[in-house]
C-alpha cells in the first residue's frame, strides 16, 4: 500500500519541478509520456523514493503525477532515485534508473521492466548493472548488432576526472558481462578546452562532472553521442558557462570508437541532461531540464532538431 494519495493535477511543462526529463512517445495511445528526476525522488516524510510520470497529449498541456515505480521492501536502492529513462527491448518496456544503495554501498544504474511504457514497473536487473565497487548514474541502453550496452557515467564525486563508460549487458538486461568498460569520455585524457572545474557545496568536492549519455544513429548511419558537462563563460565566444551539451562522433560507427569531440556545443545556455524523442508528426526532438543553475527551479525543455548527419537544432530555437 502507498503511504500517501497522489493529487493528479494539469499543468503547463514550465510549472513541473524537474530534473532529467525524458520522454517516450506512445504513438499508438497519441500520448507523450515524460519522466524525470521529481521531488520525490529522494522520499519526504513518510514517502519513500519512487519514479512518477506526467501525460500530455500536446507537450504543452501535463496531467499527471501518475506512479510508474514504487520500491517493494527490500529493494537495494534507498535514496538519489534520479535520471529514469524508458527504453522498448524484445517485447516489454525498461526503465534504466539510478539509486544509491544504503551505507557503504554503490550508486549506480539499474533495469526495470514493465508491460507498458507507462508502468508499473517491478525490479530486473540483479541490483544495478555499473560498474561494481564504484559510484556511477546515468545509465542509458545502447544496442549494437544484437548486443546491448549500458553507457554510463563514472561519477567525478569518486575519480575527480568523470568519464563516460560503456558495458555489455547479457541479452536478458539482468547483469552485466564484463567489469572492463569501454572509455568513450575521459575528462581528464581528452582535449576538452570548453570545460570548466565544478565546485558542489552541496557534496563539498570539486571535480569535471560528465552526466547523461545519449546515442544516437543518424539516417546516414553516424553514431553521435550527447552529453553534459559545464562550460567556461564565453565558451566559442558566446554562451553563458553553465550546463551544456556537447557533442562527439564515432569515426569507426560503433560504440567502440575512436570517438571525436566535436569543437562547438551543441547547447551551452544552462539546458542539459538531454536525451531524444519523436513528435507524433515525426519531428526529432532533445527533451531535458532548463534552468540547472538555480537548483529547486528546474523544468523541463523540449526542442526541436534538424534531422541531418551531424545534429543541430533548429535555428532561432535556443539564443546563448
Same mark, same amino acid.
Given at each position: 500500500?502507498?503511504?500517501?494519495?497522489?493529487?493528479?493535477?494539469?499543468?503547463?511543462?514550465?510549472?513541473i519541478h524537474?530534473?532529467?526529463?525524458?520522454v517516450?512517445t506512445d504513438?499508438?495511445?497519441?500520448l507523450?509520456y515524460?519522466?524525470g528526476?521529481?521531488?520525490v525522488?529522494?522520499?519526504?516524510?513518510?514517502?519513500d523514493?519512487?519514479?512518477?510520470y506526467?501525460?500530455?497529449?500536446?507537450?504543452i498541456?501535463?496531467?499527471?503525477?501518475y506512479?510508474?515505480?514504487?520500491?517493494?521492501?527490500g529493494?537495494?536502492g534507498v535514496?538519489?532515485?534520479?535520471a529514469p529513462?524508458?527504453?522498448?527491448y524484445?517485447?516489454?518496456?525498461?526503465?534504466?534508473?539510478s539509486?544509491?544503495?544504503?551505507i557503504g554501498?554503490?550508486?549506480?544504474?539499474?533495469v526495470?521492466?514493465?508491460? @507498458?511504457p507507462?508502468? !508499473?514497473?517491478?525490479?530486473?536487473? $540483479?541490483?544495478?548493472?555499473?560498474? *561494481?565497487?564504484?559510484?556511477c548514474? &546515468?545509465g542509458t541502453?545502447y544496442?549494437e548488432d544484437?548486443q546491448?550496452?549500458?553507457v554510463f557515467?563514472?561519477?567525478?564525486?569518486?575519480?575527480y576526472?568523470?568519464?563516460?563508460?560503456?558495458?555489455?549487458l547479457s541479452?536478458d538486461?539482468?547483469?552485466?558481462?564484463?567489469?572492463?568498460?569501454?572509455?568513450?569520455?575521459?575528462t581528464? @585524457?581528452d582535449?576538452? !578546452?570548453?570545460?570548466?572545474q565544478? $565546485?558542489?557545496?552541496r557534496?563539498? *568536492?570539486?571535480?569535471?562532472?560528465? &552526466?547523461a549519455?545519449?546515442l544516437?544513429?543518424?539516417?546516414?548511419?553516424?553514431?553521435?553521442?550527447?552529453?553534459?558537462s559545464?562550460?567556461?563563460?564565453?565558451a566559442g565566444g558566446?554562451?553563458q558557462?553553465?550546463y551544456?551539451?556537447a557533442v562527439?562522433t564515432?569515426?569507426?560507427?560503433?560504440?567502440?570508437g575512436p570517438?571525436?569531440? @566535436?569543437?562547438?556545443?551543441?547547447?551551452?545556455?544552462d539546458?542539459g541532461?538531454?536525451s531524444?524523442?519523436r513528435?507524433?508528426?515525426?519531428?526529432?526532438m532533445?527533451?531535458?531540464?532548463?534552468?540547472?543553475?538555480?537548483?529547486?527551479?528546474?523544468?523541463p525543455?523540449?526542442?526541436p532538431?534538424d534531422?541531418?548527419?551531424d545534429?543541430?537544432?533548429m535555428?532561432?530555437?535556443?539564443?546563448?
Amino acid at each position: 500500500m502507498l503511504p500517501y494519495q497522489r493529487v493528479v493535477r494539469k499543468v503547463k511543462a514550465q510549472e513541473i519541478h524537474m530534473r532529467d526529463a525524458f520522454v517516450y512517445t506512445d504513438e499508438e495511445k497519441g500520448l507523450y509520456y515524460l519522466f524525470g528526476t521529481t521531488d520525490v525522488s529522494d522520499g519526504a516524510a513518510n514517502v519513500d523514493p519512487c519514479f512518477e510520470y506526467y501525460q500530455s497529449e500536446d507537450l504543452i498541456n501535463f496531467e499527471g503525477p501518475y506512479l510508474a515505480f514504487y520500491p517493494e521492501r527490500g529493494f537495494w536502492g534507498v535514496k538519489h532515485f534520479w535520471a529514469p529513462e524508458v527504453h522498448p527491448y524484445g517485447d516489454s518496456y525498461y526503465l534504466f534508473a539510478s539509486c544509491k544503495g544504503g551505507i557503504g554501498e554503490d550508486r549506480g544504474t539499474c533495469v526495470l521492466k514493465a508491460s @507498458r511504457p507507462n508502468g !508499473p514497473y517491478a525490479e530486473h536487473s $540483479k541490483g544495478h548493472v555499473t560498474l *561494481k565497487n564504484h559510484e556511477c548514474l &546515468d545509465g542509458t541502453l545502447y544496442v549494437e548488432d544484437g548486443q546491448p550496452y549500458i553507457v554510463f557515467c563514472h561519477e567525478w564525486t569518486e575519480i575527480y576526472y568523470g568519464r563516460v563508460c560503456a558495458l555489455p549487458l547479457s541479452r536478458d538486461l539482468r547483469e552485466p558481462l564484463s567489469q572492463e568498460p569501454l572509455i568513450l569520455v575521459d575528462t581528464q @585524457r581528452d582535449y576538452l !578546452p570548453w570545460i570548466r572545474q565544478m $565546485k558542489d557545496p552541496r557534496v563539498d *568536492k570539486v571535480g569535471y562532472l560528465t &552526466d547523461a549519455p545519449w546515442l544516437h544513429r543518424a539516417k546516414d548511419g553516424t553514431l553521435h553521442m550527447l552529453w553534459s558537462s559545464y562550460s567556461v563563460k564565453q565558451a566559442g565566444g558566446k554562451g553563458q558557462g553553465g550546463y551544456t551539451v556537447a557533442v562527439l562522433t564515432s569515426e569507426s560507427g560503433s560504440i567502440r570508437g575512436p570517438w571525436r569531440h @566535436r569543437s562547438a556545443l551543441l547547447l551551452d545556455a544552462d539546458i542539459g541532461h538531454v536525451s531524444m524523442f519523436r513528435r507524433l508528426d515525426g519531428q526529432l526532438m532533445l527533451a531535458g531540464h532548463r534552468d540547472d543553475s538555480r537548483h529547486g527551479s528546474e523544468s523541463p525543455v523540449f526542442l526541436p532538431l534538424d534531422d541531418p548527419s551531424d545534429i543541430q537544432l533548429m535555428k532561432s530555437e535556443v539564443t546563448v
